[in-house]
């Protein structure tokens, strides 16, 4: 017969796994929380900047992108910058100012050629491409980080490249009596190309020590001075209709991307990765509320189908690769 303390521990023992599953299953329904906030935030994001670039034909003055980047970034840094610089700017040293640098200015470039995606196209469209980013970030890390693909990456890559040919359809250019096509069906594309040069460089940096927070604080501090150059050649002084809806920009960026990171610091990103493609939920569904925008094109959701796919095919090789270090 066992001893009431053998059955004691027994009891620790049994209990100690379903406690240890029960706080990751609350984790990781926080974690989805916060990550459809910033899917919401983000959906906010581009229906704000649909408006303001005139893409719903509802703006008598509409702004360049390049000014609404500025501005946004203006409001964004306002709001963080306190919790930002709270260590001090002796925060901000860095032995790589030249990484750092090229690193804000991709990212500028994202932004803005986003941004003049949605002044020319359905969000839902302009989204989807984008989502072709971890495509480009896996051909990147190859080419310049020297990592491996795996089969998983391959099938990723080649999906994702598919799922970006359907949507866009570049076939189309070839022949001329075909009046469909146009060329700013790529600019999407350019700005997911310019989010996945972002991230290889944050890798980088992160392999040459720096950290999360240091990346964070000078992407916040010098996307704005960054921004200022392009917009001031493209410049539209905002009326204070206008303002209200930029203040809107910087507070919804700002949740955002906030929301992004309290969730990635709850759950895993390969439990994460499949909830992602809620922004293109929630854009189409504020796309059709706000402006009437309703994506009937097949093309568009086969090809986001299997961008999708190939997404959580290149995270599962991510995972994969982690597991190999451990």
């Known amino acids: 017969m066992n001893s009431p303390e053998i059955i004691s521990i027994k009891d620790q023992t049994l209990s100690a796994p379903k406690s240890l599953l029960s706080a990751k299953a609350k984790n990781n329904l926080l974690g989805l929380f916060w ?3 910033s899917c919401f935030a983000f959906a906010g994001v581009n229906a704000v900047v649909r408006y303001l670039t005139g893409g719903a034909g509802a703006l008598d003055r509409p702004l360049p992108s390049e000014v609404i980047v500025c501005f946004q970034n203006i409001f964004g840094f306002l709001i963080l910058a306190p919790f ?11 032995r790589w100012p030249f990484l750092h640098s090229l690193r804000i200015i991709i990212a500028v470039l994202g932004v803005i050629s986003l941004y003049y995606a949605f002044a020319h196209m359905p969000m839902a469209q302009a989204v989807a491409l984008q989502f072709t980013g971890p495509v480009f970030a896996v ?10 693909m795996g089969f998983y990456r391959i099938l990723g890559i080649t999906l994702g490249i598919t ?6 359809r570049p076939d189309r ?14 600019v999407p594309l350019l700005s997911a190309l310019s989010f996945a040069g972002v991230k290889i460089l944050n890798r980088k940096l992160s392999l040459k020590g720096e950290s999360a927070e240091l990346l964070t604080a000078y992407l916040l501090f010098f996307m704005v001075p960054a921004s200022a150059l392009p917009a001031l050649a493209q410049w539209v002084t905002p009326d204070l209709f206008s303002l209200k809806f ?7 960026g700002s949740l955002a991307h ?4 309290k969730s990635l610091s709850l759950a895993d990103v390969t439990f994460l990765t499949p909830f992602g493609f809620a922004r293109i939920m929630f854009t189409a569904f504020l796309g059709y509320i706000l402006y009437s925008e309703l994506p009937t094109n097949t093309n568009l959701w086969i090809g986001f189908l299997i961008i999708m796919i190939s997404t959580i095919f290149i995270t599962l090789g991510e995972r994969d690769m982690k597991n190999q270090l451990v």
Do not use: R
Not at 139 to 148: D, H, P, Q, V
Not at 173 to 186: C, P
Not at 258 to 261: L, N
């Open 35 to 37: 990550k459809l906030v």
């Open 84 to 94: 930002m610089l709270k260590n001090g700017l002796g925060s901000f040293k860095t």
């Open 139 to 148: 051909i990147g890390a190859k080419i310049f980080l020297k990592e491996k």
């Open 163 to 168: 799922g970006a040919f359907i949507i866009s």
């Open 173 to 186: 250019a070839l022949f001329v009596a075909d009046t469909n096509f146009s060329w700013l069906i790529l």
């Open 246 to 252: 930029l203040m809107l920009l910087g507070l919804l």
């Open 258 to 261: 906030y929301s992004m990171a």
